[in-house]
Structures are given as structure tokens and as C-alpha cells.
């Protein structure tokens, strides 16, 4: 058993480990984007599609008085009464330019990488389903607001490029740092916060989804200049204007008075849009049903639905999904990391490499998963206790964390200065300490290298079998029809045979 383990771990890995197998990457790349093309063509334009409930959502407004989510129906129905501009049409076509404009975006990242990282890791950066294909796998995703929030983090982190890399680059001390720090600051609250208070009007999630990374990458900058307090205080008066937007859109969840309001404007407008169609006086439907339910009527839904449905069964469904994409997204992460870590010191020190070392590359995921996944991750934390689409809160934080991944001049701050933003990790020890002991213990017990096929059999099952939806899931999630027919043929051939 043991030569087998080590025949298929060797064959493996010669072609799955292998940074310079450019070949097997190529064609894994080109076939991918082969398949993403068809996957806009089928879903983009031939079918069109756009689940109901993401359009009527789009169509709440203020004017039955002041509600969260209504910023963008109040201009989409500005335009189609007083332009007679078709706003279902706006909509549609605005939703699918940014889902298409961020996919290619991630793919070229991606591109940018494929080089350096070997075939196991872009494989998972492509195929991975709680990442670019998961609105492929939901069909209930183009059109949400999330890929708004991507937006900020973006231009945030295009800005972080912009300040570091002559600071890095050029070995700056602290005094010849402070131009490009302060440049950072002042662009950063300008830009987002002009992406961010209007998307927070359309959506007030943004609080715990996208303004946790936000505030940590943030922070992280500032405290090449500036001591732990003031680099905190700065963070803050940044982002100030979203944050009070945000905190004050959680106040105004509307109510049943405004929901009835809505859905009775909108039959004005339901014979262009029969999305919006419904009797007004029934119980309401979709989006708006959520104005009349409290908090804790939310939580015993979720408790109902993603946890105590099906006997557990659902619970179970989703620690599963959780536990082996979370598995592979972060042994990706650590091989993209200690890649670059080596890149960088063959460059810098190509008299001594040596001082690449595994320790240190663990050290380095460490710090940077803690930081830019598990810290976000908690900041979500409210949403799995009020929303029932735990898949999509996953997909948001592990597609925001690998756009961290993907810019070096982050992954230098937090590898070359990391002395300046270790503030962070002592203020938060106790919790750093316990998952730096777990990672540490993890990478002791060497689990893939002991059991390289089972890694590999779930690998395979993950990327090109499991299917993780946005909410409620079932366990033809876990087999597809598809697979299981396979598995049968297979037995009754061994059977017969």
C-alpha cells in the first residue's frame, strides 16, 4: 500500500507541482476560459438570465419613505418615468457588464500568475466552486450586489500597489515614505467612499462583507508611518462616511406599511416588468416579505432551514462544503505564498537562497491567512445567524481573499514588514495564538503526504463534482445525477467482470 501511495503521489505531482509545466497550465487555462465563454454565451445570452427575486430587489425605493436597498429602484424608476429609459433593460444590461468586467479581471489576474504557481494551484483558482464558478454553479448570483463591493476592494488594493511598490522597491525609510502613505490615505477616501455610500444605499451588507478586509488592509498600510493608535484612528476617519451610511441603513429595515407601499408602486410598472407582478393584498412575496419579519423570526428561519432540515441533515451538508473547499483554498494560498517567497528571495539574495525556508513560509500563511480570511470570516459571522445564503456570504470572503493573494505588493508588506503590522496580531494573541498553534500542527502531521490518494480523490471530487450552492443545500449537491449514474455503471462492471 505504502509503494502504491508513494507511485500515484509521484506521478501526481510530477504533473500537478510542477511550477514549470507550462504545457499541462496552458492547456487547463485556455480550456477554462473556452468553458467560461460558453457559460456567458448560454447564461448571457441566450437565456438571459436574472432571478426574480435579485430584479424586484433592485426595484425597492424610497419614495413610500426612506427604506435600505432603495437607492438603486428610486434612479432606475427616476429614469423610467421622467426619461421613459426601460429600466429593467439599464438594469439587466449594467448587471451583466460588471459580472462579465469582474470575471475577466479575474481570469487575467489569474493569467498574470500562471507562470509562477504550479498546475494543483491554478486549478483551484479556477475550478475551486466557492470561487468564479460559483455563480455557475447557483445560476442565482449575476446581479447581486456583492460584485459592487468587489469594486471598492479593488480600487483599494490598486491603490495599495500604487503606494508600495516604490516604497518596497526603493527601500524607503520612514521619512520618504510618508508622501506616498498620505497620497494613499486621501486617494482611498475619496475613491471608495464614492464607490462605497452609494453601494451601501443599495445594500447595507457591505458592513460585514466587504468593510472588515477594507479596515485590516487599510490599517496594515498605515502602519509603516504611523504607530498602532494613530494608524487605527486614521483607518477609521477613512472609512467613516460608509461606516455611519451602513450603521444607519440597519435602522431602517422598513416595515409592513412600506413593503405593501412598494409592492403597490410597482404594479404600475408590471406590465413591462412582470417580475414585479403581485397581489399586494396576499402575504408578501420575495424580497419584500423581509420588511415584516424581526430578527429573531430571521434566525429561527435560518435555524429551520440550514440547520435543523432534513433531521440535521442540511447542517451536516454544510460543514461538509465548507470543510473541503476551505481545505484547498488555503493549501493553495500556502503554496502561492511560499512560491513567492521563493521568487523573491532567489531575486534579492541569489548568493544564498537558503534562506527560503519551509518555517518561514508558514510563518508568512499564517500572518497572512489570519489577517486577510479568518478575521473577515468572523466578520461575517452575523450573517450566517440572520441569512439564509451561507454559500454566498462563503463566496464573497474566499473571492475577496484571493484578490489579497494576487497582489504582491500586500503579500510583500505583510512578508518584508511584517515587524510593523504585528500590532494587529498582539492585540488579537489569544485567538492568534490558537490558530497559529492549529496551522503549525497541521503542517507537522504532513496529512497529504501520508495520505496523498485520499487528497487527491478529494481534490478531483471538489473541483469537478461538488456542486456548492448559494442556500439550501441537498444532498444531490454532494453526488450529481450524473456521478452516481457513473458510479453505477463502474460497480456492475466489476460485478460482471
Sequence with gaps: MQALNQKIREISQNILNNSQNFLWKNLVFYGFIILLSGYFINSLVIKREFHDYIFAEWFIHYRSGFVRRGLGGHILLFLQDNYSINAGLVLT?????????????????VKQYKKYIDLESLLVLLFLPVLILFPANTRVIVGRKEFLFFLSLLANLWLVHQALTPIIRDNLDISNQRKFIDSYSLKLGLIYNLISVPTTLTHEAILFLSLPLNLIITSSVLSLQFFPLKSLKRTIMIYAPTLVVSVICLFFKGNKNIALA??????????????????CNQEMYGVLKFFQISTLEAIQEVIEMNILQDHGMSFVLWIFGFTINLILLMRMSFRVLDSFINRYSRQNNPIDPSIHTQSNSIEVFTRFSFKYILLPFIG?????????????????TAISYVLCLLTPSLVQLETLHSHSTHWMLTCLSPLYLVYKKAVYWIYSQAFVEKFYPAYLSLFLYTLFFFKFP????KIYNIYPPYLWGIIKKMIKFSINY
Excluded: N
Excluded at 440572520?386 to 454559500?391: N, P, R, S, T, Y
Design 470 to 473: 448559494h442556500f439550501d443545500i
Design 262 to 279: 412598494i409592492c403597490e408602486s410597482w404594479q404600475k410598472y408590471s406590465h413591462l416588468y412582470p417580475e414585479l407582478m403581485a397581489d
Design 93 to 109: 444590461g449594467l448587471s451583466y457588464f460588471i459580472f462579465l468586467m469582474f470575471s475577466i479581471f479575474y481570469v487575467l489576474k
Design 380 to 396: 461575517t459571522g452575523i450573517l450566517y445567524v440572520i441569512a439564509l445564503d451561507w454559500g454566498r456570504w462563503l463566496f464573497i
